[in-house]
């Protein structure tokens, strides 16, 4: 019999309801954890995301929380504990996009962005670590007491004109993960983040809903290929497991090669 990569660990994912995150939730519950599947309006894809699970032989919940309100985060941790006991992984995984022109930014559109993508990973990760710490290692399970991945992007470092609220989002959640990996480590706790490039998701889809957009799009991508949810899921399941043990506080970039600066390929 062949034991599953995650089996039996406790996973929750925020976001989960569609995109990548529903993307993760299910490659994670394939690997064998069981999966809470955060919503934060959209119940019923958090129930499709759960029903596809079950269907395939998995288990899974959803539990509804805004990732920016402290009380509701706390509250969705009660309900992940009542319902599985404990947490192993958390992917941090819950952002949105309010695009402006800078100048024509809106304080609402700033903070929004801010608190969801940013403060929602704090939230969310400081729970999950004073569980790690409480519990401590469980061999049986994993080499490690806990751990972290943070949904980050390839604009942690692309800086991103007419998203400057979102790329500012991005940037912090790459110094939030270093220094909560530093700081955690030493108690067995892995933090990492994903990267993504461009995913077909419902964030960015008039960025290749058309073959026009495709092509533009194609051009700062250099593996050629737009990505797809399932390449983010593959790659949670390995930063999730054991496998990636030795792994810590770094950005894994999953975006066919966005972030090599394609335009100095013939230009500079
Ligand atoms: C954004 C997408 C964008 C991609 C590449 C992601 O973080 O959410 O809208 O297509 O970065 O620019």
């Not at 993760?24 to 919503?39: E, F, R, S, T």
């Not at 929004?112 to 004073?130: H, M, P, S, W, Y």
Request: aromatic content about 6%; hydrophobic content about 45%.
């Amino acid at each position: 019999m062949t034991t599953l990569q995650l089996q039996d660990q406790i996973a929750l994912v925020t976001g989960a309801s569609s995109g990548i995150g529903s993307a993760v939730a299910i490659a994670l519950a394939a690997a064998g954890a069981k999966v809470a599947v955060n919503y934060a309006r959209s119940a019923k894809g958090a129930e499709a995301v759960v029903a596809e699970i079950k269907a395939a032989g998995g288990e899974a919940i959803a539990i509804q929380a805004d990732v920016s309100q402290e009380d509701q985060v706390l509250s969705m941790f009660q309900q992940l504990y009542k319902a599985y006991g404990t947490i192993d992984i958390l992917v941090n995984n819950a952002g949105l996009q309010k695009d402006s022109a800078f100048v024509d930014m809106t304080l609402d559109q700033w903070t929004k962005v801010i608190d969801v993508n940013l403060t929602g990973q704090f939230l969310c990760a400081r729970e999950a670590a004073k569980e790690f710490i409480r519990r401590g290692v469980v061999p049986a399970k994993s080499c490690s007491a806990g751990k972290i991945i943070c949904m980050s992007s390839v604009h942690e470092v692309i800086p991103w004109a007419g998203h400057c609220n979102y790329a500012a989002s991005k940037g912090g959640v790459m110094l939030l993960m270093q220094s909560m990996a530093q700081e955690l480590a030493p108690k067995k706790i892995r933090i990492n983040s994903i990267g993504p490039g461009a995913i077909k998701t419902p964030i960015n889809t008039s960025a290749w809903d058309t073959p026009e957009a495709e092509a533009e799009l194609l051009k700062l991508i250099p593996y050629n290929r737009v990505g797809v949810p399932k390449d983010i899921g593959n790659a949670a399941v390995w930063l999730a497991s054991d496998q990636s043990e030795y792994v810590n506080g770094t950005t894994l970039f999953v975006d066919g090669g966005m972030t090599l600066y394609p335009g100095f390929a013939t230009g500079g």
